[in-house]
Nanobody, 114 residues
Framework: QVQLVESGGGLVQPGGSLRLSCAAS????????MGWYRQAPGKQRELVAA???????NYADSVKGRFTISRDNAKNKVYLQMNSLKPEDTALYYC????????WGKGTLVTVSS
């Protein structure tokens, strides 16, 4: 079955950077769209960034210009480079394959605080 395992979360100061990674297994990774979602305490899960099988990307307005999603099909991995982090970026970040009805990882926690 499909497994998605996130890593790279942690505590970072405002203005700092983190790089999240998601390792996928159990599927033909290259044919699927991949995405990063996040859920902050008391809020609904929201799409942060997505990348199609062809490499086209889209981003939430709140992260445009600060976050970059990328994928390495040879390694079955998708990444989220997060720069200029803000306290409001604090959330549990989830890797997704195939859209909201697809597969999910268990999440990695990102905390932005001084």
């Amino acid at each position: 079955q499909v497994q998605l395992v996130e890593s790279g979360g942690g505590l970072v100061q405002p203005g700092g950077s983190l790089r999240l990674s998601c390792a996928a297994s159990g599927s033909i990774f290259s044919i699927y769209a991949m995405g990063w979602y996040r859920q902050a305490p008391g809020k609904q899960r929201e799409l942060v960034a997505a990348i199609t099988s062809g490499g086209s990307t889209n981003y939430a307005d709140s992260v445009k210009g600060r976050f970059t999603i990328s994928r390495d099909n040879a390694k079955n991995k998708v990444y989220l480079q997060m720069n200029s982090l803000k306290p409001e970026d604090t959330a549990l970040y989830y890797c997704n394959q195939g859209g909201p009805g697809g597969y999910w990882g268990k999440g990695t926690l990102v905390t932005v605080s001084s």
